[in-house]
């Protein structure tokens, strides 16, 4: 069946296809999610690192090998020293944690005190149900204490797994480009190279400014909570930073993390305020003028895409999903912009504002040459 005649069938029956595989596809996506995610994670590290690797091999004259081998350990040494200078600060705000007992105490006693009188609800009542919460959480121990052991080591062998999958991409990467062009047929292998360097150039200068902006927004959060004289500035500008990759829910997160330190640490609630507000600031200069300008136009999707697929995104894999949506959904745009029964998926995909404000700025420039 050709395109005309896919085109000529009636409504519903297209419809009914579009959302039985859709729904096929969320499926294989749940169950496979241990195969499929680090395997996405892996393709993503693979692009960035492969200029690397192949300056190792074609110029350091090393084997392809050993190339992707260094590639790979410089890139756990960058994670490692992050994660290093996340976790001294982590260890530096745990002997915090008498202060924020303390803190935390005095809060309840107030909330308690405004329950009482707004709600007419005595000490006693309120006591009763804390401890009917307290009980079941306990209960519950045991269980949420081998959950996270669970978690854990699922985590470790996520990140083996991912760095393993990597190091296999670069090595055979010629391999791989051989047999997604032998896939089609011979007439699309020129599209489908096209959209392969397409899609590797995208990736690596999305990850490259999104290193970029996570940089700008952890050094200037950093200096803006030191000067205003906010404990653990440091860590509260990684974690703002690191956060930040994930969009519009990742600065929330931080919001409320940075506000709770800054609560259990502060003696003035002045200072939670400033907290605030500086990342309120920080996301609007980031969003409308940091973004655009370091991104640039390589990732163009509408906003309401971008929610959609971060929330769907966290529903099927969770806070890998969360990470991965915007590449995904910015890959599978570039595919869709490029076959022909696919064109108008990667409309509404796309941020059609966007492309009519840059064409009337050509179009004025013209005018003016």
């Avoid at 090998?65 to 756990?76: D, E, G, K």
């Avoid at 809060?107 to 009763?128: C, E, P, R, S, Y």
Wanted: charged fraction near 15%; proline fraction near 2%.
């Amino acid at each position: 069946m050709d395109l005309k005649q896919l085109k000529s069938l009636p409504f519903h029956i297209k419809l009914s296809s579009i959302l039985i595989s859709l729904v096929t596809l969320c499926y294989i996506t749940i169950v496979a999610k241990e195969i499929l995610s680090p395997l996405i994670f892996s393709c993503l590290f693979s692009i960035l690192l492969l200029p690397l690797a192949a300056f190792l091999e074609n110029k350091m004259k090393l084997p392809r090998s050993a190339a992707s081998m260094v590639s790979i350990l410089l890139l756990l040494g960058c994670i490692g020293f992050i994660l290093y200078v996340i976790g001294s600060q982590m260890s530096d705000l745990a002997s915090d944690w008498p202060q924020f007992q303390q803190q935390l105490l005095r809060t309840l006693d107030g909330l308690q005190d405004w329950i009482a009188g707004t709600f007419h609800v005595n000490a006693n009542k309120q006591l009763t149900y804390v401890h009917s919460a307290t009980s079941k959480v306990m209960a519950s121990g045991t269980t949420m204490l081998g959950a996270t052991l669970l978690s854990l080591s699922s985590l470790m062998l996520f990140f083996v797994f991912t760095f393993i999958y990597t190091f296999f991409f670069l090595l055979y990467r010629r391999l791989i480009m051989k047999f997604l062009i032998a896939v089609f047929l011979d007439e699309n292998s020129a599209t489908v190279y096209e959209i392969i360097e397409r899609v590797q150039y995208m990736i690596r200068k999305y990850i490259i400014g999104l290193l970029i902006e996570m940089a700008i927004v952890s050094f200037v959060v950093c200096l803006a909570f030191w000067l205003l004289g906010i404990k653990y500035a440091v860590l509260l500008g990684l974690i703002t930073g690191l956060f930040n990759i994930i969009p519009y829910i990742g600065i929330f997160s931080a919001l409320v993390i940075s506000s709770l330190v800054t609560f259990a640490t502060a003696t003035a609630f002045s200072k939670v305020i400033l907290v605030i507000v500086t990342l309120i600031i920080t996301h609007l200069i980031d969003s409308n003028i940091l973004l655009p300008v370091v991104v640039g136009s390589k990732v163009r999707i509408n906003a309401l895409v971008t929610v959609l697929g971060v929330i769907i995104g966290e529903m099927i894999w969770g806070i890998p999903g969360m990470f991965l949506s915007i590449p995904v959904i910015a890959v599978l745009k570039i595919i869709f912009d490029r076959v022909d029964g696919l064109k108008s998926w990667g409309i509404i995909l796309g941020d059609e504002e966007y492309k009519q404000n840059k064409l009337a700025t050509r179009l004025s420039t013209k005018s003016r040459k």
